[in-house]
């Protein structure tokens, strides 16, 4: 499969690889917790806000809806 494949698109399921270094930091624990629990599991990837960064759309435990901006290189296509 080509990279090209790869890459999600707008309304695909996406997964968050990894945390980006930094992204936590002043968050408020909760934020935090949300965030860090779905790294690995698929989720809806929303938009793409132009500069690179895919916009990640989730419900936390709770059932608090988050968006998240992530670089690209951040998340993967769940094929």
């Known amino acids: 499969m080509s990279a090209e494949n ?17 992204m936590l930091d002043d968050l ?19 938009e793409d806000d132009g500069d690179g960064r895919a916009v990640l759309e989730f419900r936390d435990h709770n059932g608090h809806m988050h ?9 993967r296509k769940v094929v």
């Open 6 to 22: 790869r890459r999600p698109k707008l309304g695909d399921t996406a997964v968050l690889k990894d945390v980006p270094p930094g």
């Open 28 to 46: 408020p624990i909760g934020d935090q917790q949300a965030i860090s629990e779905i790294v690995g599991k698929p989720i809806l990837l929303n």
């Open 67 to 75: 968006f998240i901006w992530v670089m690209a290189e951040f998340i």
